[in-house]
């Protein structure tokens, strides 16, 4: 296969461009490749610039549930881009997909938006802070809430796949604010709350996590963080910026039968397009300006062009009959074929699935529940496979610890080529 435009490109780009990108992970330092430079996308299918077409399962890290360049979506944001593009002040369809996510995600009654994920996060905890008037705050070692000072202890994703769960340059104070427990270890949580009690202000976690490869939560788990919080006056955060809208309509909390008090949002409600989002009970977002004391602004927030590629997004996922039960059907086909191979070739790894999201974790572990059973897997047997997806049209995730995507878009003789070529590589790597 020939990449050399990609090549090329990525030359010129680390002139000027720190890493020669701009979001850590798609260097692919961490498989030792040279990042794909991308043309374009349309569907399930993503083309780089040496005209080389693969089947995509990053789905631009989440977003794409529809597949690329949906011609609802593209024409739509034709129609309000010829309106103009950003006014900063208040908007028609601002009310509109408010009215839909808080529909579609019954736990919200009132939602704030802001324009990534990160932004929702950092400014869900500051709700938190200001209206419990506490500052410690609990999270998951693996668990990945974008990149705000506050959540770069022991974080995933890049964090994690670039051997930074710490990042220099967050103060000793700000890192003393953060409470780190185990994923799936409700009494590493309960002893956090004996210890500091009164003082923790929130729990935030992924419910269902993307950012260590795919976890799924234990009941007993779930629960228990629910039942602590109510107990200790401090607020759930559940993080679904990735899976709101993925592995439900109504997210992971719909799954699990968990009411968080607040819920942050990114990736699918902006249908591609930049956008975050933070929501919750109304008893609680009032206390956010102009009607309360807890600052939180954006230029850029609610524009146009974000909220109609989320809302068309959106309402396609709500209206569409059997949406999600047609996406289980072909995630639930691909990762049936992919563990068939791992049967067939005797080959040690572990398959996690929650809907339309997968990890296939390279490990000889029977399980995959947590971040030290994450720590296991053979990162350098993961690099070698993924390379060999590549050279046969598969791309994606360079990294371990990501999750890989599902859109509506991917035939089912697309997931059957992903099946052969998976089997293919496994055979090689044996
Ligand atoms: C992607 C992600 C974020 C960060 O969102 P950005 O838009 O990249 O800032 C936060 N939390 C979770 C769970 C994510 O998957």
Redesign the pocket.
Same mark, same amino acid.
């Given at each position: 296969m020939n990449t050399q435009n990609s090549k090329n490109a990525f030359q010129q780009a680390v002139k000027h461009i720190p890493g020669g990108v701009n /979001?850590p992970v798609r260097a692919f330092k961490s498989v030792g490749g040279n990042p794909l430079f991308i043309q374009s996308a349309k569907g399930s299918k993503i083309t780089d610039i040496d005209n080389n077409e693969y089947i995509d399962y990053v789905a631009s890290? @989440?977003p794409m549930i529809l597949g690329h360049s949906h011609p609802d979506v593209i024409e739509a944001l034709h129609q309000t881009a010829l309106k103009g593009t950003s006014f900063g002040a208040p908007t028609l369809i601002e009310t509109e997909i408010a009215e839909l996510i808080c529909d579609m995600i019954p736990s919200i009654e009132s939602i704030r938006m802001v324009n /990534?994920?990160? #932004?929702?996060?950092m400014s869900a905890l500051r709700l938190a802070r200001g209206y419990t008037k506490r500052d410690l705050v609990i999270k998951f070692e693996g668990?990945?809430? @974008?990149?705000g000072d506050s959540f770069l202890i022991k974080a995933g /994703?890049g964090a994690l796949t670039f051997g930074t769960p710490n990042s220099p340059g967050v103060t000793k104070g700000t890192a003393s604010d953060t409470l780190t427990a185990e994923y799936n270890n409700l009494d590493s949580v309960l002893n956090l709350f004996r210890e500091y009690e009164d003082q923790i202000a929130a729990v935030i976690l #992924?419910p269902v996590?993307?950012?260590m490869g795919v976890v799924r939560p234990t009941d007993e788990f779930i629960k228990g963080l629910r039942k602590a919080c109510t107990e200790n006056g401090t607020l759930l955060i559940f993080? #679904?910026?990735?899976?709101g809208f993925r592995v439900a309509k109504g997210g992971a909390q719909e799954i699990l039968g968990i009411t968080p008090d607040l819920t942050?949002l @990114?990736?699918i409600i902006g249908g591609g397009l930049?956008v @975050?989002a933070y929501g919750g009970k109304k008893e609680i977002m009032e206390h956010l300006a102009p009607n309360g004391p807890i600052y939180q602004a954006g230029t850029l927030s609610g524009n146009p062009m974000a909220m109609t590629a989320g809302l068309v997004t959106l309402k396609k996922l709500h209206e569409t009959p059997d949406f999600y039960e047609k996406l289980e059907e072909k995630a639930a086909f691909l990762c049936n074929g992919l563990q068939e191979n791992l049967n067939k070739l005797n080959f040690p790894g572990v398959i996690n699935r929650v809907g339309s999201m997968f990890t296939l974790f390279f490990t000889n572990e029977k399980e995959v529940n947590n971040f030290s059973d994450v720590m296991k897997c053979d990162t350098d047997l993961f690099a070698k496979y993924f390379m060999l997806g590549l050279e046969s049209g598969i791309y994606t995730a360079p990294s371990q610890f990501e999750a890989g995507f599902i859109s509506i878009a991917h035939s089912t003789e697309e997931l059957q080529k992903t099946i052969d070529a998976s089997y293919r590589a496994l055979e090689q790597l044996k």
């Open positions: /979001s890290w @989440g /990534s994920g990160t #932004e929702a996060t668990c990945y809430h @974008g990149h /994703s #992924e996590t993307g950012n993080d #679904e910026v990735m899976t942050t @990114g990736k930049p @975050g």
